[in-house]
């Protein structure tokens, strides 16, 4: 079980708008502490999608957006295409673990 | 073009030992923090343990503690993974990752290498 929560799977057909939400604890995201986002497309490494909550590094398109709320974060992309098919990590640092910590990763499926 | 990549996977017994390398190149190494991620067949992603950019600050999952040492030698700009006692959970591709900062809990991971994996079987 992870300390941070998502959804297993989630999908939209091309065009769409998709939220992919991260709920975290006190110790965590209502801490205080960023919340960062991670692409990882089927056989290859994770990418940094997004950091700081809702910067997005270069090269990212801005039909990727993040943002944080009290104990829990999303990532929303909208115009859904093809290639965002893949899984997606939410990351934040948990003071009690004094480490950081993962969701257990959202499968984005384009329809 | 940053570059990271991993050495030192393999077949390993249960309660066997095993060290990891990450070769680094194409940034300034010892400017950077530094982790080891890993990911279970088939699973998410599991941070397993940090380092600051001169070594005087690490940090590790529960999991792992007492078991695995992590440290670097920023003269051959490597980062090192020492893992004993490996048990059958730990089975799983290693990731090599470079933190934005020069700490090892403060920024995200900008840089990925492509992963050495380690599976633990009798």
């Known amino acids: 079980q992870s300390v941070l929560t998502q959804p297993p799977s989630v999908s939209g057909a091309p065009g769409q708008r998709v939220t992919i939400s991260c709920t975290g604890t006190?110790?965590?995201?209502?801490?205080?502490?960023?919340v960062h986002w991670y692409q990882q497309l089927p056989g290859t490494a994770p990418k940094l999608l997004m950091y700081?909550?809702?910067n997005r590094p270069s090269g990212v398109p801005d039909r990727f957006s993040g943002s944080k709320s009290g104990t829990s974060a999303s990532l929303a992309i909208t115009g859904l295409q093809a290639e965002d098919e893949a899984d997606y990590y939410c990351?934040?640092?948990?003071?009690?673990?004094?480490?950081?910590?993962f969701g257990g990763g959202t499968k984005l499926t384009v329809l | 073009e940053v570059q990271l990549v991993e050495s030192g996977g393999g077949v390993v017994r249960p309660g066997g030992s095993l060290r990891l390398s990450c070769a680094a190149s194409?940034?300034?190494?010892?400017?950077?923090?530094m982790s080891w991620v890993r990911q279970a067949p088939g699973k998410g992603l599991e941070w397993v343990s940090g380092?600051?950019?001169?070594?005087?600050?690490?940090g590790y999952v529960d999991s792992v503690k007492g078991r695995f040492t992590i440290s670097r030698d920023n003269a051959k700009n490597t980062l090192y993974l020492q893992m004993h006692s490996l048990r059958a959970d730990d089975t799983a591709l290693y990731y090599c990752?470079?933190?934005?900062?020069?700490?090892?809990?403060?920024?995200?991971?900008?840089?990925w290498g492509q992963g050495t994996l380690v599976t633990v079987s009798s």
């Open positions: 990752v470079r933190d934005r900062g020069s700490g090892w809990s403060s920024f995200p991971f900008d840089y």
């Open positions: 194409g940034f300034t190494f010892d400017d950077s923090g």
């Open positions: 380092i600051n950019w001169n070594g005087d600050s690490t």
């Open positions: 006190s110790s965590n995201i209502g801490a205080g502490y960023d």
């Open positions: 700081d909550n809702s």
């Open positions: 990351q934040s640092y948990d003071s009690s673990l004094d480490g950081w910590v």
